[in-house]
C-alpha cells in the first residue's frame, strides 16, 4: 500500500513539532528584565539619607538603603502598602511626589520593631 506524499509531509511536520521544545514569547521580558525595568521612586529622609524603591509586581518592592538592596513581599496593613524582607520594612501611602515612606526593622515574629527613617517622595 502506498502512502500518499501530503500524509507523510503532515506525520513528519507533527512529529517535528511534538519534539521541538517550547518556546519562550519574544515579547515577555525575563522575570530579572520585569525587575530591571519597574520605575523607581526616590524618598528624601530627614536623615538625609535616600531611598530608591522600584515595585516589580504588585506584590514586591525592590529598596536600596545604604548601600544595600533588599527585596521585600507585600505584607497586610492597615493603611497604605507595606512590604517585609529579612530584616527591614518598607511601608508607603502613595507615590507620587510628597506621599510618604517609612523604615521599620523587621522582626522575626512578622511584627514591625524600631523606626529607622521617615521620607518623602521626590
Do not use: N
Amino acid at each position: 500500500m502506498k502512502i500518499p506524499a501530503f500524509l507523510t509531509l503532515a506525520s513528519t511536520l507533527l512529529v517535528s513539532a511534538c519534539a521541538s521544545p517550547p518556546q519562550e514569547k519574544a515579547d515577555a521580558p525575563a522575570p530579572e528584565a520585569a525587575a530591571s525595568t519597574a520605575t523607581v521612586h526616590t524618598y528624601r529622609c530627614e536623615s538625609g539619607e535616600t531611598i530608591a524603591a522600584a515595585y516589580p509586581s504588585t506584590d514586591s518592592a525592590r529598596v536600596e538603603y545604604k548601600d544595600r538592596r533588599d527585596d521585600m513581599q507585600i505584607a497586610v496593613s492597615g493603611s497604605g502598602a507595606r512590604y517585609a524582607g529579612d530584616d527591614l520594612e518598607w511601608w508607603t501611602k502613595g507615590i507620587s511626589p510628597g506621599s510618604e515612606g517609612i523604615l521599620f526593622r523587621h522582626l522575626a515574629d512578622g511584627t514591625t520593631g524600631e523606626r529607622l527613617e521617615i521620607c518623602e517622595a521626590s
